[in-house]
Every structure is written in structure tokens, then in C-alpha cells.
């Protein structure tokens, strides 16, 4: 009889809660999978609002908050934003889970590369680990993707990235184009990565069932995406202009959260309806919020055509649920969209950035119903072949297994030696202090060198706490005014050495650990 596996997922994303996009909807559908072999699943997300604990189904699911609040490490956050949430959010999935475990040891972790989730079991070695690759930092930051620039607070999220893939006993990716990029990054043979594509609910994202978009006389065009340039919908927009000159009962309809990464750091949504307005597409253009998971097949069955014109996407679930809906899809060439489409046979791959060939697309499939209807039913029959999330999970519950003998075998031949040589337990103690003194030494040399940061900090511990740094700047004064005497002899003073105890055992009182650790006061710079 084939052994059960205790596989615990850790994604920040996971939905309802925090469902942002393809790792949340990659995660919820492997954990169902696999709890439909048999395997026990718990997953480790991150709390919308607070932390809480429930189950979905045979699945344990663990909301946790970010380990520091965003006062906490201020310093880390205004110099190093993405580091900062990484360290933070980290922490917080590997406190949840070394609580879990041990109750009850797992015998596979889970997690994906993207912010280095798997940073903490890749270097302590607790449990085998398996990493599914999305899209690294290093991709981001390569190719510019999202405004990412080479700083050094992005270059630090790639660089433990790196490390956890690195000491991973086992690494996915849903495309060949995603796996050759990290093969060549991180210098390892392709080999090392097996290729498991994206699982879908087959039953859940369906062809039959509610639509949700009135029906009318329009062709229907849609895009399910974040509204950002790598998703390609400045692309889409330019084309869509061709496509109503043509076919003017085509109306597109635009499906996602906006951002604010446009020109300036501006919304995306705001840029795009200038455009829009400027070429008098208002009556065939309809934005629709963000919808959640559960009810996204409605619109898919809506839909005449489904477009995903990224720049570059590892394997977008969108094209996979209209896929999945009996859809006719329109892919680009660029990352693994193409390894998901058949070329002419389940949908049409266009170039990327390539508005004219993405407008001679939309127009060819909205005028030739039956082309459309081949396409779609295709792409229905391509998915139930390929894609159904139990077949994924069997294929993934097997790697699991390889990763298990890995770890075991690095273990007896000594080359798993973990990077992070002391207990697991002490690990997040150790970060804390590790973060701490960073922040510390950049709250130093600001208090040192710039006068407006002291001020803005002397008012901000004033306002903070009243009381204090009122006696501490009376003490101050006092200072200043018998700067003839000696330490000792001010101490003499029973007044001002009862005022500088209480003043110090307020500081120990309510200083981080970490500071209490190294024998620092508060952090109070002088």
C-alpha cells in the first residue's frame, strides 16, 4: 500500500483571504488534489486581516500575522521595503510551522520560491524540501518586470531566493522556458528541475453552469489580470481600437485589480482610461473589479474569446480556467503560455508586444464561430488529458517521495549540512536580534549625522511617551547645567539619581529583545 504523506504548504497566498493570483489558486488546487489521494495537508498562509486557524474540507488551514508590526524595524522598511516584508512574513510562516511540527512532524514541505518562503527549512534542514518555481526575483529583476531595479534591497530578496532553491531537496516549475532560466541562474543542470504543469478543477472551471455577464447581440472579449505592464494590457488596449473598427459589435471586458505602476508610480487604470477616452472606446470597454476565485468560471462561460497577452508569464491559470471552460484562448510566445496552447489546434499564440498581431488574432476568432467552437472544445479536451489537478497531485506526490530518499541520502553521506548550525527553535530568535542590530545601526548613524532625523525622533518618543522623555530632557538639562561636575557627583543627588534609575529601568522595560540581548538601551541614539 503506497504510504500517506503529512505534506504541510507554505504560500503566503492562498484564498479567499490572500488569493492575489496564480500561487494562491496553484496552492489551493494541489492541496485538494492531494488530499483526494489520501494525503493529510495543512497550509500555512498569511491572515488578511488577523491570524486565525479553521479547515477547509480534510485541510488545516493556519492564517498567520507578519512577526514584526509594520513600527517594528522602521528603518529596514524605509531603506529595504521588499526585504523587510520577506524577513517579516517569513518568520512569521516558519513560527507557525515549527509550532506544527512539532506536535506532529510533516514529511515534505511545500513552498514556492517567489520571497523566499522556503528560506528557513532550506537552511536548517528540518524536512525535505520541495520549491515550485512562479517566477524568481531574479527573473524581476533581469528583465525589469513590475519597475523591479538591480538595488540592493532586490537584489537581497533574489539572493535568499537563490540560497533556499539552491538547498532544496527537489524543485518544480510548471514550464520548460521558467525551469531553463533558473537552470541558468543558479547554474545547475536542467535536470535537477522537473517539469510538472499547473493543476485545474476540471469540474469547477467547466464549460456548463451560470454565466455572468448579461447575454446581448456584443462578441465578447475578456482579460482576467492584475492591470500592470507585464500582464500586456497597454498591448490589449492598443489593439482593442483595431479590433471595434472592424468588428463593432466586440465589446472587451477587463477583469482585475488595478495597481500603481504606471508612469510615476500612478494607476495603471487611470493611464489606460486616458487612452481609452482619447480614441473613443468608452462604450466598448467594461472594468470589473477583481473577482474571487469561486466565481470566475461564470465569466469565463460568458466570454467569446479569452485574451492573455503578457509580456511574460511562467504558466498564467487564466489561460488554464478558459481553457478549462471550453474557451478559445489567445497566448503570447513569450514564457510558457505556449507550452499550455497547442498553436492553432486548443487556441492561437501571437508574439508579445505585438499589438497588431493580437488585434488580427481577436478579429480573426470573432468573426468565425466555428473556428471559435474548435478551439474551445480542444482546449476543453486538452485540459482533461493534461492539466486535471489529481493527476498533477499524483505527479507531485511522487517527487515528494524522490525528495524524501534525497534528503535521507544527503544525510547519511554528510552533504546536507545545513547552513544554520543551531537548533531549529533558535532560528527566529536569532533573526530577530540579526534584524534588530541592522535596523539599529541605521537608527545610529542617521541619529548621528542628521539633525532633522533627531529632532523628528526626539518629537516622536515625546508624543510616544510623555512622561519619559520629559524627565530625560530634564535630566539632559541638568547635565548641561553642571557640566563641571563629575558623573559620580551628580549621581550624588538623590533627586536626579532616583530620576535617572526610574528613566533606566523604563528603558530596559519596554526595549526589543534584541536590545536587551546585546546590552543596548533603548533606542534612544545617545
Known amino acids: 500500500m503506497e504510504k500517506l504523506l503529512r505534506v504541510c504548504i507554505i504560500s503566503r497566498e492562498y484564498p479567499p483571504d490572500t488569493g492575489f493570483g496564480g500561487i494562491g489558486t496553484f496552492a489551493k488546487h494541489l492541496a485538494h488534489g492531494l488530499v483526494s489521494l489520501g494525503h493529510h495537508v495543512t497550509v500555512i498562509s498569511l491572515a488578511k486581516d488577523k491570524a486565525k486557524s479553521y479547515t477547509e474540507g480534510d485541510i488545516q488551514v493556519h492564517r498567520v500575522e507578519p512577526y514584526f508590526d509594520q513600527h517594528t524595524l522602521n528603518l529596514i522598511d524605509c531603506a529595504m521595503p521588499y526585504s523587510k516584508y520577506v524577513i517579516s512574513t517569513s518568520a512569521a510562516l516558519w513560527q507557525k510551522f515549527i509550532e506544527l511540527h512539532a506536535k506532529q512532524p510533516f514529511d515534505v514541505i511545500d513552498t514556492p520560491e517567489l520571497l523566499a518562503e522556503g528560506f528557513y527549512p532550506a537552511i536548517t534542514k528540518v524536512v525535505p524540501l520541495v520549491i515550485r518555481l512562479y517566477t524568481p526575483h531574479s527573473k524581476f529583476i533581469a528583465e525589469a518586470l513590475h519597475n523591479v531595479t538591480p538595488s540592493f534591497d532586490h537584489q537581497f530578496v533574489a539572493m535568499v531566493e537563490r540560497i533556499a532553491m539552491n538547498y532544496a531537496d527537489a524543485i ?282 533627531r529632532i523628528r525622533t526626539w518629537y516622536r518618543k515625546l508624543k510616544s511617551r510623555p512622561k519619559l522623555y520629559s524627565i530625560k530632557a530634564f535630566l539632559r538639562l541638568i547635565d548641561a547645567m553642571t557640566f563641571w561636575l563629575t558623573p559620580d557627583e551628580r549621581k550624588a543627588n538623590s533627586m536626579y539619581s532616583s530620576l535617572e534609575n526610574m528613566v533606566k529601568g523604563k528603558d530596559i522595560k519596554s526595549s526589543p529583545k534584541f536590545l536587551k540581548q546585546s546590552g543596548l538601551s533603548s533606542n534612544e541614539g545617545s
Open 172 to 453: 518544480t516549475s510548471p514550464s520548460k522556458d521558467l525551469a531553463q532560466f533558473v537552470a541558468n541562474d543558479l547554474c545547475m543542470p536542467l535536470e535537477r528541475i522537473k517539469i510538472i504543469h499547473n493543476p485545474i478543477d476540471a469540474d469547477f472551471c467547466s464549460p456548463h453552469g451560470n454565466r455572468s455577464i448579461p447575454e446581448n447581440d456584443s462578441l465578447k472579449v475578456l482579460f482576467v489580470g492584475r492591470l500592470e505592464a507585464r500582464k500586456g494590457i497597454y498591448y490589449l488596449i492598443e489593439a482593442w481600437k483595431d479590433v471595434v473598427a472592424v468588428v463593432p459589435k466586440a465589446h472587451l471586458y477587463v477583469i482585475g485589480d488595478d495597481t500603481n505602476t504606471a508612469t510615476g508610480q500612478t494607476s495603471v487604470l487611470a493611464e489606460i482610461k486616458r487612452y481609452i477616452a482619447k480614441h473613443n472606446l468608452e462604450n466598448s470597454i467594461t472594468f470589473i473589479d477583481r473577482i474571487p476565485l469561486v466565481e470566475l468560471p461564470a465569466y469565463y462561460r460568458s466570454a467569446d474569446v479569452c485574451v492573455v497577452p503578457s509580456l511574460y508569464d511562467n504558466s498564467p491559470y487564466t489561460c488554464l480556467e478558459a481553457m478549462s471552460c471550453g474557451k478559445a484562448v489567445i497566448g503570447t510566445s513569450s514564457g510558457g503560455t505556449a507550452e499550455y496552447i497547442v498553436a492553432g489546434e486548443s487556441g492561437l499564440i501571437v508574439p508579445a508586444k505585438d499589438a497588431t498581431s493580437l488585434a488580427q488574432a481577436m478579429i480573426a476568432l470573432l468573426k468565425d464561430n466555428k473556428e471559435r467552437r474548435r478551439l474551445g472544445d480542444n482546449a476543453r479536451s486538452r485540459v482533461l488529458v493534461c492539466f486535471q489537478r489529481r493527476e498533477i497531485a499524483r505527479l507531485t506526490a511522487q517527487l515528494y517521495k524522490q525528495a524524501m530518499e534525497t534528503f535521507i541520502e544527503r544525510q547519511s553521506r554528510m552533504t546536507a549540512n545545513s547552513l544554520y548550525t543551531r537548533g531549529a527553535e533558535e532560528m527566529l530568535g536569532d533573526m530577530e536580534y540579526f534584524a534588530g542590530t541592522f535596523n539599529e545601526m541605521l537608527h545610529q548613524f542617521l541619529f548621528q549625522w542628521s539633525y532633522s532625523y
